[in-house]
Nanobody
């Protein structure tokens, strides 16, 4: 059974930092694109960042570039998202996502994702 378990969300003030973690089980971690999407109530789920199986295959949404860093530890089956310089606009539910790598790039739309975690809430106060 595939499981994606997020942790690390919480409440911070603007300018603060958080680090999200996602422990993945039930699939060959090293063979998957892994990413973080986020969603605000009433809005579409959107890409935050996604990392392929190669070190240079990382994509960030323009809104988080330069502030967020995605990383993966294949030995620990864990995906991370370091979030710095947080703003109230980053407030959302953050979801861990997994999709088999097919050599053609990682999905940047939610419809392309096979597996999701339950989400972890990030709230940034002004």
């Amino acid at each position: 059974q595939v499981q994606l378990a997020e942790s690390g969300g919480g409440s911070v003030h603007a300018g603060g930092s958080l680090k999200l973690s996602c422990v993945v089980s039930g699939l060959p971690f090293a063979d998957y694109c892994l990413g973080w999407f986020r969603q605000v109530p009433g809005m579409e789920r959107e890409l935050g960042a996604i990392a392929g199986i190669d070190d240079d295959s990382i994509t960030y949404a323009d809104s988080v570039k330069g502030r967020f860093t995605i990383s993966r530890d294949d030995a620990k089956n864990t995906l991370y998202l370091q979030m710095n310089s947080l703003t109230p606009e980053d407030t959302a539910m953050y979801y861990c996502a997994a999709e088999p790598s097919n050599g053609l790039g990682c999905p940047e739309e939610p419809a392309g994702v096979d597996y999701w975690g339950q989400g972890t809430q990030v709230t940034v106060a002004s």
